[in-house]
């Protein structure tokens, strides 16, 4: 079962961080609404609630396209969603060998976290590609609409 958006299930240290957070998907789903973009997608964390809230609160609604960062070349096992209007058949490999995931790279070592995040942060841009080949087709075919 999916873990549902709460209010205020935040501590004070992460309060900012959080709001700041839901106002920026806010306002994207807000200028998607507004432009009415044949296609449209917006990457976050396999772990984040937002989509969740943006559908709660928003009606904002999408197809959660599930994917990791490994299976377009990044060495780390960073799960992440692409929230879109269209179904999308994305890479989702299991890696032959061990690789660390973003949260055992953080437990290990705070400073190696730090010089990494930014690298580990980036989407791959071989799933930027496979997202707008996919778009330029049309995205996939889906048995139910949203």
Known sequence: MEKKWEGF???????????????????????INYHKPKFWAIENGARS??????????????????CNY???????????I????????????????KLLTIEQISNKNKKIMRERYGNISQVPPGLYCDIIRQFRQGGQPVLFDI
């Open 9 to 31: 299930d935040f501590t004070k240290k992460a309060r900012l961080k959080r709001l700041n957070g839901i106002y920026t998907a806010e306002c994207t789903a807000k200028i």
């Open 49 to 66: 609630l937002i989509f969740s809230y943006l559908w709660d609160f928003l009606k904002f609604s999408g197809y959660k396209n599930i």
């Open 70 to 80: 490994y299976s377009y070349g990044l060495e780390v096992l960073k799960r992440t």
């Open 82 to 97: 692409i929230y879109s209007n269209t179904s999308l058949c994305l890479k989702n490999e299991k890696p032959q060998r």
